[in-house]
């Protein structure tokens, strides 16, 4: 009996024991037999939930006890190492474990705290952390960086604003043609993108005026300093359209060192490529001289697609630029050659559907664009905590050759020479005292500009020949003394000067007996101005407010062309700006005032500004009224990524005359007439951007609206029209896995008019864009591009154009790499598309560039 | 011979010096940046909510956890030129500090903890502030957790995570571990688990570490820079001091600031004390109270 309770016992404790399964084993390195300790082990049940877990110990020995283990897996798992199941259904203890040695690959998500810093004023961006695949300069990061806008024609922006500076380690050496550094420099050789919030490039004024624009700074990698860094591209291949070869070529040199700087650069492209952005002076002032071109010869109109679809060029561009570090200044020159061929073609084809029989009128247009540019700017400066000199001298020559042929019903031929010379000097200077916590500071600046712009079209029709020849050349000074002083945080000044202007122009146009009288004309526009600049500036704490009103008293002569006159202004303009966090940050801008008109309107005579339009100036001086006030608020939250910024203007103007236009024989003359008009503006647009950082990307969000109405009243008739443009835009990129990478856009806009109350249909236009980038190797490269379009004619009826690229590049080094890129591969040749009216159908034919295929080769040292 | 011996045995101590100093520190296999919202005491008693990062640099057998820019000033005081360095970049914070009273421009250390891990002795190490220009460390024994794992899982930067809770000295700790990282390691002491963990909070919403980045990086897990600075204390000693001195600290630098070197004492208001102090908020352990 006691026998049997015993074993009773002995089988009870048996079966509880095999109830309770304890796996057992050891992990050793594969190849080496070696054990591995602390890798870890895992259990898990039938649906891979997690049971239990241990890790391995000295022996790389491990033990689990589990109730059961039907259906269940073991993980073993080690950095370094290749991941192990044993699906222990089919295997018994104790276990040995081999792991094969691998490389762990982490989908890498940057250390945030890396990616934008903050520190005061300064935020800095990580560029490594904003670059993906497909980007090439550092201009391609910057637009992912959140908070930081480029335009497409290379205009940098940040929350909105433009901005002010443009630093390479620390030193301004391109101005505002920082499209060079850009589109040039590599973002392999930039470490962060620095945003300096507020900042006063002048530093004489530090600490007394504030400035609510921000600057840019690249600091560049320790391999890209004191040395010269270069690159090259060349590529050469065939186009579909315009059939032939085509070519692309790229060298950039860069020297970063403490006492020189030079960027110098060479590019040449018939690949659709537009290098104005490379030569584009972003901080260009506005040229005092106020000429503008009275003949208007453009190329015909290109469709609503990406640029790269529509030109036809041959350009392009040779650009040096340094600066020396001399005592305590410095001593800068930017010498640039541009060259620029375009060409253009459009086709309209109306069909008039009549009883006698369908009539049909085509208009072909083909033109021509050959630019030439030469510019060279020598800069000194000096800018120290109590001396500011800057000295500027800009030279700029243009030559700007237009020939437009037209064939069909009105065939014609049009050929311009528009050349343009222009010299400026700019000299600053600021003196600042500092004296028992007061600031002191004395001004003086003197400019002196001087511009021919010289005009001549000709034109061939229906075997008559018109020659119109324009001469006008003006000279600008302007001589002025400020006096500041500055106590906690208040800045009161009073600035005051002289300009000069004196202008003359005379036209000439030969061959038009029915014109004669008017056909000639010779004109001098001078003015005298003096004028008063009192100045109060309140900066304390975390507001700034700035009041101007500057006072002047012009006195007029037209050299009997107009009775000479003296006029008053007054413009005064208040701005605002409370920063109450480090996060926000708002401003509130008014101006208003009278300007005078363009002195460039005043001509009696005729002047013809292309084959069948001619222009009359205005016969009296005529003053516009403008107000406008604006409010812009930011906010950013740099550890979370987020950047958002909106802004709102309205804005009125009102002018005395309007447009008016006649009709004489198959020309159309347009005149200035006396009509009250008034016009009133709303803009309103907004931006969200934000880092991704799941997968080392960025997105942003932005909407804009606009709304124009104007009245104008003439001859006791009032004509109202109203327009308005609304857009909406996403765009967003990362690096979901390591070996891909994308670029996805999307953009909507809308606009409708409305005159005299009927409104017109309103037409809308989509644009998406798809880049993919794929890595299935570490040497090769592939991308894929698409581009669809979907553009609405007249209501309801659209136009989709699709077209994609592809792009293969293989790295035989690590400076050298090959690629070969097909673009346009569906070869779409043309844009065209009907519209239809009641009574006539309209036919338009434009043309895109066809299939290019590009065989390219980039050097890089 | 005598002579030509100590220049040899001189010769080798130098050497050895300068081996000694060149001392080969583990190095790092993965680095984590976790951002740490949490509740904290200032000086006044008073509560305020406050974030920065946190770095985990681990190799799988030991690991720090630290705030990389008190580990930047530590490193600064540790060298005559680099207290220079620092007192000016002190001096220049401070100047802009007060034209614009934003205190990110201060060059001052967010986090005074320092975790380490390590597996191999199986002890974690704290480096933390005491009271007032008091500065403690204790090793204690790995980990603590008793982890229950559940069966939620949700995804961080692009990792499944499991979910797991653990008392741990007076808070209730919610943890999610991605097993798809097979290192034994997490934020503060948090460890134990087969993955790392990317995401903590505990019950009462006044601690939480969440992850925000995820590197590979052969970076050195060195010790840190100011050794002599510490001296060994218990866990509770350590947490009771800090917490008097936030509780009190204003009063505490007043009477320092009152109390001249001469014996004499200056005269100055004397601090409103009467205001309500957040006792709810508390560190990241509560149990050392008495």
Same mark, same amino acid.
Request: charged residues 25%; contains cysteine; proline residues 3%.
């Given at each position: 009996?006691?026998?049997?309770?015993?074993?009773?016992?002995?089988?009870?404790?048996?079966?509880?024991?095999?109830?309770?399964?304890?796996?057992?084993?050891?992990?050793?390195?594969?190849?080496?037999?070696?054990?591995?300790?602390?890798?870890?082990?895992?259990?898990?049940?039938?649906?891979?939930?997690?049971?239990?877990?241990?890790?391995?110990?000295?022996?790389?020995?491990?033990?689990?006890?589990?109730?059961?283990?039907?259906?269940?897996?073991?993980?073993?798992?080690?950095?370094?190492?290749?991941?192990?199941?044993?699906?222990?259904?089919?295997?018994?203890?104790?276990?040995?474990?081999?792991?094969?040695?691998?490389?762990?690959?982490?989908?890498?998500?940057?250390?945030?705290?890396?990616?934008?810093?903050?520190?005061?004023?300064?935020?800095?961006?990580?560029?490594?952390?904003?670059?993906?695949?497909?980007?090439?300069?550092?201009?391609?990061?910057?637009?992912?960086?959140?908070?930081?806008?480029?335009?497409?024609?290379?205009?940098?922006?940040?929350?909105?604003?433009?901005?002010?500076?443009?630093?390479?380690?620390?030193?301004?050496?391109?101005?505002?043609?920082?499209?060079?550094?850009?589109?040039?420099?590599?973002?392999?050789?930039?470490?962060?993108?620095?945003?300096?919030?507020?900042?006063?490039?002048?530093?004489?004024?530090?600490?007394?005026?504030?400035?609510?624009?921000?600057?840019?700074?690249?600091?560049?990698?320790?391999?890209?300093?004191?040395?010269?860094?270069?690159?090259?591209?060349?590529?050469?291949?065939?186009?579909?359209?315009?059939?032939?070869?085509?070519?692309?070529?790229?060298?950039?040199?860069?020297?970063?060192?403490?006492?020189?700087?030079?960027?110098?650069?060479?590019?040449?492209?018939?690949?659709?490529?537009?290098?104005?952005?490379?030569?584009?002076?972003?901080?260009?002032?506005?040229?005092?001289?106020?000429?503008?071109?009275?003949?208007?010869?453009?190329?015909?109109?290109?469709?609503?697609?990406?640029?790269?679809?529509?030109?036809?060029?041959?350009?392009?561009?040779?650009?040096?630029?340094?600066?020396?570090?001399?005592?305590?200044?410095?001593?800068?020159?930017?010498?640039?050659?541009?060259?620029?061929?375009?060409?253009?073609?459009?086709?309209?084809?109306?069909?008039?559907?009549?009883?006698?029989?369908?009539?049909?009128?085509?208009?072909?247009?083909?033109?021509?664009?050959?630019?030439?540019?030469?510019?060279?700017?020598?800069?000194?400066?000096?800018?120290?905590?109590?001396?500011?000199?800057?000295?500027?001298?800009?030279?700029?020559?243009?030559?700007?050759?237009?020939?437009?042929?037209?064939?069909?019903?009105?065939?014609?031929?049009?050929?311009?020479?528009?050349?343009?010379?222009?010299?400026?000097?700019?000299?600053?200077?600021?003196?600042?005292?500092?004296?028992?916590?007061?600031?002191?500071?004395?001004?003086?600046?003197?400019?002196?500009?001087?511009?021919?712009?010289?005009?001549?079209?000709?034109?061939?029709?229906?075997?008559?020949?018109?020659?119109?020849?324009?001469?006008?050349?003006?000279?600008?000074?302007?001589?002025?003394?400020?006096?500041?002083?500055?106590?906690?945080?208040?800045?009161?000044?009073?600035?005051?000067?002289?300009?000069?202007?004196?202008?003359?122009?005379?036209?000439?146009?030969?061959?038009?007996?029915?014109?004669?009288?008017?056909?000639?004309?010779?004109?001098?526009?001078?003015?005298?101005?003096?004028?008063?600049?009192?100045?109060?500036?309140?900066?304390?704490?975390?507001?700034?407010?700035?009041?101007?009103?500057?006072?002047?008293?012009?006195?007029?002569?037209?050299?009997?062309?107009?009775?000479?006159?003296?006029?008053?202004?007054?413009?005064?303009?208040?701005?605002?700006?409370?920063?109450?966090?480090?996060?926000?940050?708002?401003?509130?801008?008014?101006?208003?005032?009278?300007?005078?008109?363009?002195?460039?309107?005043?001509?009696?005579?005729?002047?013809?500004?292309?084959?069948?339009?001619?222009?009359?100036?205005?016969?009296?001086?005529?003053?516009?009224?403008?107000?406008?006030?604006?409010?812009?608020?930011?906010?950013?939250?740099?550890?979370?990524?987020?950047?958002?910024?909106?802004?709102?203007?309205?804005?009125?103007?009102?002018?005395?005359?309007?447009?008016?236009?006649?009709?004489?024989?198959?020309?159309?003359?347009?005149?200035?007439?006396?009509?009250?008009?008034?016009?009133?503006?709303?803009?309103?647009?907004?931006?969200?951007?934000?880092?991704?950082?799941?997968?080392?990307?960025?997105?942003?969000?932005?909407?804009?609206?606009?709304?124009?109405?104007?009245?104008?009243?003439?001859?006791?008739?009032?004509?109202?029209?109203?327009?308005?443009?609304?857009?909406?835009?996403?765009?967003?990129?990362?690096?979901?896995?390591?070996?891909?990478?994308?670029?996805?856009?999307?953009?909507?806009?809308?606009?409708?008019?409305?005159?005299?109350?009927?409104?017109?249909?309103?037409?809308?236009?989509?644009?998406?864009?798809?880049?993919?980038?794929?890595?299935?190797?570490?040497?090769?490269?592939?991308?894929?591009?698409?581009?669809?379009?979907?553009?609405?004619?007249?209501?309801?009826?659209?136009?989709?154009?699709?077209?994609? #690229?592809?792009?293969?590049?293989?790295?035989?080094?690590?400076?050298?790499?090959?690629?070969?890129?097909?673009?346009?591969?569906?070869?779409?040749?043309?844009?065209?598309?009907?519209?239809?009216?009641?009574?006539?159908?309209?036919?338009?034919?434009?043309?895109?560039?066809?299939?290019?295929?590009?065989?390219?080769?980039?050097?890089?040292? | 011979?005598?002579?030509?011996?100590?220049?040899?045995?001189?010769?080798?101590?130098?050497?050895?010096?300068?081996?000694?100093?060149?001392?080969?520190?583990?190095?790092?296999?993965?680095?984590?940046?976790?951002?740490?919202?949490?509740?904290?005491?200032?000086?006044?008693?008073?509560?305020?909510?406050?974030?920065?990062?946190?770095?985990?640099?681990?190799?799988?057998?030991?690991?720090?956890?630290?705030?990389?820019?008190?580990?930047?000033?530590?490193?600064?005081?540790?060298?005559?030129?680099?207290?220079?360095?620092?007192?000016?970049?002190?001096?220049?914070?401070?100047?802009?500090?007060?034209?614009?009273?934003?205190?990110?421009?201060?060059?001052?250390?967010?986090?005074?903890?320092?975790?380490?891990?390590?597996?191999?002795?199986?002890?974690?190490?704290?480096?933390?502030?005491?009271?007032?220009?008091?500065?403690?460390?204790?090793?204690?024994?790995?980990?603590?957790?008793?982890?229950?794992?559940?069966?939620?899982?949700?995804?961080?930067?692009?990792?499944?995570?499991?979910?797991?809770?653990?008392?741990?000295?007076?808070?209730?700790?919610?943890?999610?571990?991605?097993?798809?990282?097979?290192?034994?390691?997490?934020?503060?002491?948090?460890?134990?688990?087969?993955?790392?963990?990317?995401?903590?909070?505990?019950?009462?919403?006044?601690?939480?570490?969440?992850? #925000?980045?995820?590197?590979?990086?052969?970076?050195?897990?060195?010790?840190?820079?100011?050794?002599?600075?510490?001296?060994?204390?218990?866990?509770?000693?350590?947490?009771?001091?800090?917490?008097?001195?936030?509780?009190?600290?204003?009063?505490?630098?007043?009477?320092?600031?009152?109390?001249?070197?001469?014996?004499?004492?200056?005269?100055?208001?004397?601090?409103?004390?009467?205001?309500?102090?957040?006792?709810?908020?508390?560190?990241?352990?509560?149990?050392?109270?008495?």
């Amino acid at each position: 009996m006691k026998r049997i309770f015993l074993i009773t016992i002995f089988l009870t404790l048996a079966l509880a024991i095999a109830a309770q399964v304890n796996v057992t084993g050891i992990v050793i390195e594969s190849g080496t037999d070696e054990p591995l300790t602390g890798a870890s082990v895992v259990l898990r049940n039938a649906e891979g939930k997690i049971r239990k877990y241990t890790t391995t110990g000295q022996k790389g020995e491990f033990s689990i006890a589990a109730a059961e283990i039907k259906g269940y897996t073991l993980d073993v798992s080690m950095m370094g190492f290749a991941k192990q199941t044993v699906k222990l259904d089919s295997v018994r203890s104790p276990l040995r474990i081999e792991m094969q040695a691998s490389a762990t690959v982490l989908k890498e998500v940057a250390v945030k705290a890396d990616r934008i810093r903050e520190q005061g004023d300064t935020i800095s961006y990580n560029v490594g952390s904003f670059a993906q695949e497909q980007d090439r300069s550092i201009g391609d990061v910057l637009k992912r960086m959140p908070g930081i806008d480029v335009s497409s024609s290379g205009k940098i922006r940040y929350q909105g604003e433009d901005i002010n500076k443009f630093y390479i380690e620390g030193s301004d050496l391109l101005g505002g043609k920082y499209g060079l550094a850009t589109n040039g420099i590599n973002h392999d050789d930039v470490g962060a993108v620095e945003v300096m919030e507020n900042h006063q490039p002048m530093q004489v004024l530090s600490g007394i005026s504030f400035s609510d624009k921000a600057a840019i700074n690249l600091k560049l990698k320790g391999k890209a300093k004191a040395t010269w860094a270069f690159h090259g591209d060349a590529g050469g291949g065939y186009s579909w359209q315009p059939e032939g070869a085509l070519w692309d070529g790229e060298l950039f040199a860069m020297a970063v060192m403490p006492g020189f700087q030079n960027i110098t650069t060479f590019k040449a492209n018939n690949t659709g490529e537009d290098l104005s952005a490379n030569s584009t002076d972003f901080f260009a002032l506005r040229r005092e001289t106020g000429l503008s071109r009275y003949v208007g010869l453009s190329l015909p109109g290109v469709p609503d697609l990406s640029r790269k679809r529509t030109l036809f060029n041959r350009s392009a561009l040779v650009s040096t630029n340094s600066l020396w570090k001399v005592n305590n200044g410095e001593f800068k020159t930017q010498i640039d050659y541009s060259f620029n061929r375009v060409t253009s073609q459009a086709t309209n084809i109306t069909t008039y559907f009549l009883e006698s029989g369908d009539r049909v009128v085509t208009e072909t247009r083909d033109g021509r664009d050959r630019s030439h540019s030469l510019s060279g700017k020598f800069i000194y400066e000096v800018n120290q905590k109590t001396t500011f000199i800057n000295n500027t001298l800009s030279t700029n020559i243009d030559w700007d050759d237009v020939r437009l042929g037209v064939t069909g019903s009105l065939p014609n031929e049009q050929s311009a020479t528009l050349p343009d010379y222009y010299v400026a000097n700019r000299f600053k200077m600021i003196k600042r005292f500092n004296r028992g916590g007061r600031s002191h500071l004395v001004t003086f600046v003197s400019n002196n500009e001087w511009e021919s712009l010289p005009q001549t079209l000709r034109m061939s029709m229906n075997d008559t020949q018109l020659r119109q020849h324009i001469g006008d050349h003006a000279f600008y000074t302007n001589e002025s003394a400020a006096y500041s002083f500055s106590v906690k945080g208040i800045t009161i000044s009073l600035e005051g000067g002289l300009k000069g202007y004196w202008r003359s122009m005379q036209s000439e146009l030969s061959d038009r007996s029915d014109l004669s009288d008017l056909s000639n004309d010779v004109i001098n526009t001078n003015y005298l101005t003096v004028y008063v600049n009192p100045k109060f500036e309140y900066w304390f704490d975390r507001v700034s407010l700035r009041l101007d009103a500057p006072v002047s008293f012009a006195h007029y002569t037209f050299d009997k062309a107009l009775a000479n006159r003296s006029e008053a202004y007054f413009s005064p303009a208040l701005n605002m700006t409370w920063k109450p966090s480090n996060r926000f940050s708002m401003s509130v801008r008014g101006r208003t005032g009278r300007t005078p008109m363009k002195l460039n309107m005043i001509h009696p005579g005729v002047i013809m500004t292309d084959y069948r339009t001619y222009r009359q100036g205005v016969d009296d001086f005529y003053n516009t009224g403008s107000h406008n006030v604006s409010a812009n608020l930011s906010y950013k939250h740099t550890r979370k990524g987020i950047f958002a910024n909106a802004f709102v203007m309205q804005s009125w103007t009102s002018l005395p005359y309007t447009m008016a236009q006649r009709l004489i024989g198959d020309y159309i003359i347009y005149s200035y007439a006396d009509a009250k008009s008034t016009d009133r503006m709303l803009t309103a647009s907004g931006s969200v951007g934000k880092t991704l950082d799941f997968m080392r990307g960025s997105t942003n969000v932005n909407a804009s609206f606009s709304k124009r109405d104007s009245h104008i009243l003439s001859e006791a008739r009032t004509v109202n029209s109203s327009s308005d443009v609304w857009s909406v835009g996403g765009k967003i990129n990362g690096a979901p896995l390591s070996w891909l990478s994308f670029d996805y856009s999307i953009n909507f806009a809308s606009n409708s008019l409305a005159l005299d109350g009927e409104r017109s249909s309103r037409l809308g236009s989509l644009e998406n864009e798809l880049l993919i980038n794929v890595m299935p190797h570490k040497k090769w490269e592939w991308r894929v591009a698409g581009e669809h379009y979907r553009n609405e004619l007249a209501a309801g009826d659209f136009k989709n154009v699709f077209l994609l #690229d592809t792009r293969v590049s293989y790295k035989l080094s690590k400076r050298l790499e090959l690629s070969a890129s097909l673009n346009n591969i569906l070869n779409q040749r043309a844009y065209n598309y009907t519209t239809y009216s009641e009574l006539s159908a309209f036919e338009s034919q434009r043309q895109l560039r066809g299939r290019e295929l590009l065989i390219s080769i980039s050097l890089r040292k | 011979m005598h002579k030509f011996s100590t220049v040899i045995l001189l010769l080798f101590v130098a050497v050895f010096a300068v081996s000694a100093g060149k001392k080969d520190f583990p190095k790092a296999e993965i680095k984590v940046s976790y951002t740490y919202p949490h509740l904290a005491l200032k000086t006044d008693g008073k509560a305020y909510e406050s974030e920065y990062p946190m770095i985990l640099l681990t190799n799988g057998s030991y690991s720090k956890f630290y705030n990389p820019r008190t580990e930047f000033n530590d490193s600064l005081h540790s060298t005559p030129s680099g207290r220079k360095v620092y007192h000016q970049l002190m001096s220049e914070g401070v100047r802009r500090y007060v034209e614009t009273r934003d205190e990110s421009l201060l060059p001052v250390s967010p986090a005074s903890i320092y975790v380490f891990k390590s597996s191999s002795d199986s002890t974690t190490t704290v480096y933390d502030r005491g009271g007032l220009g008091e500065y403690g460390f204790y090793s204690e024994p790995r980990g603590g957790m008793e982890w229950e794992i559940g069966d939620s899982t949700k995804n961080i930067l692009g990792y499944e995570c499991v979910i797991a809770t653990s008392e741990f000295r007076g808070r209730r700790w919610t943890v999610w571990f991605t097993p798809d990282i097979p290192i034994d390691n997490g934020p503060w002491k948090l460890c134990g688990l087969p993955g790392l963990i990317l995401e903590a909070s505990e019950s009462s919403g006044q601690h939480s570490f969440i992850a #925000d980045g995820i590197e590979l990086s052969k970076a050195e897990i060195r010790p840190i820079y100011l050794p002599k600075q510490y001296r060994r204390m218990s866990r509770k000693d350590l947490l009771q001091a800090r917490r008097a001195y936030l509780l009190n600290g204003d009063v505490m630098t007043r009477q320092l600031i009152q109390d001249t070197p001469s014996g004499s004492k200056i005269e100055m208001e004397p601090l409103k004390t009467d205001t309500e102090k957040d006792y709810h908020v508390d560190f990241l352990e509560t149990d050392y109270h008495e």
